[in-house]
C-alpha cells in the first residue's frame, strides 16, 4: 500500500504559475503509475495527466496540453504538476492517484476507477 499527500496549492492570479508536488510512502514508489486528477465545486473529479513508473511517458487532458507538465522523481517518491498560464477555470482541488504499473513505460488511464490510491487533496485557485 501507499500513501500520498499533495502540497503547494495555493492562490494565484491569471496567468501565475504554481508547482504542486505529490509525496508517496509506503510501498515501493517507482512501481506505481501516477496521475493527477481535478474536482471543481459541483463538478465531476476530472483526469488532467497521467505518468509512467519511470517517468518517460506522460498524456495530458487537452484543456491542459502545453500548459501543465508532470514529473517525477523516484528518489525522492514524488511526483510533479507545473501549472502555467493559469486561468480562472483551472480553479479545484487538485488530487494525485497511484495505479499499480505493469511495465516501466505503463501509463494509468483518465478514469478515476483505475487508480487504487488517492491523496486528500490540495486547493488551487486561480483569480481572474
Known amino acids: 500500500q501507499v500513501q500520498l499527500g499533495e502540497y503547494g496549492g495555493g492562490l494565484v492570479q491569471a496567468g501565475g504559475s504554481l508547482r504542486l508536488s505529490c509525496a508517496a510512502s509506503g510501498r515501493t514508489f517507482d512501481t506505481y503509475a501516477m496521475a493527477w486528477f481535478r474536482q471543481a465545486p459541483g463538478k465531476e473529479r476530472e483526469f488532467v495527466g497521467a505518468?509512467?513508473?519511470?517517468?518517460?511517458?506522460?498524456y495530458y487532458a487537452d484543456f491542459v496540453k502545453g500548459r501543465f507538465t508532470m514529473s517525477r522523481d523516484n528518489a525522492e517518491n514524488t511526483v510533479y504538476l507545473q501549472m502555467n498560464s493559469l486561468k480562472a477555470e483551472d480553479t479545484a482541488v487538485y488530487y494525485c492517484?497511484?495505479?499499480?504499473?505493469?511495465?516501466?513505460?505503463?501509463?494509468?488511464?483518465?478514469?478515476?476507477?483505475?487508480?487504487?490510491?488517492w491523496g486528500q487533496g490540495t486547493q488551487v485557485t486561480v483569480s481572474s
Open positions: 505518468i509512467s513508473w519511470s517517468g518517460g511517458s506522460a
Open positions: 492517484a497511484a495505479a499499480t504499473a505493469y511495465s516501466a513505460e505503463y501509463v494509468g488511464g483518465n478514469r478515476a476507477d483505475e487508480y487504487d490510491y
